[in-house]
Each structure stands twice: as structure tokens, then as C-alpha cells.
């Protein structure tokens, strides 16, 4: 069957089962690779994109229910917040082998695009679905309050 996706910006017609999880879809018949598969179980957060604004894990979304919704993927994330999120990332040294980072950097995003002060308490719960094999997870909090105060400074 043919659904149609509008991904990045850009309207799309794959023909696929519509059982097919949202990140095959997106990485083979798309070739947007930077959404990355790690378990396949919605449990570590490796292959979170945008769906409608909300953070999703794009291994448990069906092509079918994709179909029609705005999709992000971290190949176009922009605007201010993945700019901050993006410097802090860099300033913090928050990425080491960077398997992690797509899906990081995705519900970072989200989280300041929905609270743009968010309390340690915040950034964890947001934050919760994403594993991290190498551990920077105090960095990527520091990054992400660095974030907020970065947005914030430059909203006064």
C-alpha cells in the first residue's frame, strides 16, 4: 500500500506495509540514516524523531500511523533551541562514540521547545528514555540547563 509522509519538510510516497516500523521506513526507503536503530524496543531512545513536535521512538510507530503527522528527523532539526542544544553539546564535550546522540539531541529539543526552564527534575523525566553506553548524562544535563539559560538570555 502507498502512504504518504511529510518528513523534514518534504511530502513523500512510500509504498511499504503499513506495519512497517517508522524508523525502516525513514532509514532505508529515505535514506535519512541519522536516526539510528539500537534495540528495536522503544527501551534506549537511539531512533527518537519528531512526530507532530512530540519525541517518539520510531522503532514502535507503524507507517500507517505516521501517515499525515509532521515527521522531524535530526537530519533537519533547527531553530533555536537545537542551535543552543547543539553549542552546549559542544562546549560540554557531551558526545564520546555518539551512537546516542541523534535521539539525544531530539528529545533535548523537544523538552526545551515545550519548557524552556526546565529543573533537573524536568530535564531527567524528559531524558529517561535515553540510554547513554557511555554515561554523559550529567554532561548532557549541564548541557541542556546550559540551553535553556542560552535561550533564555537571548528571548530577554
Same mark, same amino acid.
Given at each position: 500500500?502507498?502512504?504518504?509522509?511529510?518528513?523534514?519538510?518534504?511530502?513523500?510516497?512510500? /509504498?511499504? /506495509?503499513?506495519?512497517?516500523?517508522?524508523?525502516?521506513?525513514?532509514?532505508?526507503?529515505?535514506?535519512?540514516?541519522?536516526?539510528?536503530?539500537?534495540?528495536?524496543?522503544?527501551? +534506549?531512545?537511539? &531512533?527518537?524523531?519528531?512526530? /507532530?513536535?512530540?519525541?517518539?521512538?520510531? +522503532?514502535?510507530?507503524?507507517?500507517?500511523?505516521?501517515?499525515?503527522?509532521?515527521?522531524?528527523?535530526?537530519? =533537519?532539526?533547527?531553530?533555536?533551541? =537545537?542551535?543552543?542544544?547543539?553549542?552546549?553539546?559542544? =562546549?560540554?564535550?557531551?558526545?564520546? &562514540?555518539?551512537? &546516542?546522540?541523534?535521539?539525544?539531541?531530539?528529545?533535548?529539543?523537544?523538552?526545551?521547545? *515545550?519548557?524552556?526552564?526546565?529543573? /533537573?527534575?524536568?530535564?531527567?523525566? =524528559?531524558? *529517561?528514555?535515553?540510554? &547513554?553506553? +557511555?554515561?554523559?548524562?550529567?554532561?548532557?544535563?549541564?548541557?541542556?540547563?546550559?540551553?535553556?539559560?542560552?535561550?533564555?538570555? *537571548?528571548? *530577554?
Amino acid at each position: 500500500m502507498i502512504y504518504t509522509l511529510h518528513v523534514n519538510g518534504e511530502w513523500h510516497r512510500v /509504498d511499504d /506495509d503499513g506495519q512497517t516500523p517508522l524508523l525502516w521506513v525513514l532509514r532505508d526507503a529515505l535514506r535519512l540514516t541519522g536516526t539510528k536503530y539500537g534495540c528495536g524496543k522503544a527501551q +534506549c531512545g537511539a &531512533c527518537t524523531v519528531h512526530l /507532530d513536535g512530540r519525541p517518539v521512538r520510531s +522503532c514502535s510507530v507503524a507507517l500507517a500511523d505516521a501517515a499525515g503527522a509532521q515527521i522531524g528527523t535530526i537530519e =533537519a532539526v533547527g531553530g533555536a533551541e =537545537a542551535d543552543a542544544v547543539t553549542e552546549a553539546w559542544v =562546549a560540554r564535550g557531551v558526545p564520546q &562514540c555518539g551512537f &546516542c546522540q541523534s535521539g539525544q539531541v531530539m528529545s533535548a529539543v523537544a523538552l526545551l521547545r *515545550s519548557n524552556p526552564a526546565p529543573t /533537573d527534575q524536568d530535564i531527567d523525566l =524528559a531524558m *529517561s528514555g535515553n540510554l &547513554c553506553r +557511555c554515561a554523559t548524562y550529567p554532561r548532557i544535563r549541564a548541557g541542556i540547563h546550559d540551553a535553556a539559560a542560552a535561550l533564555g538570555a *537571548s528571548r *530577554s
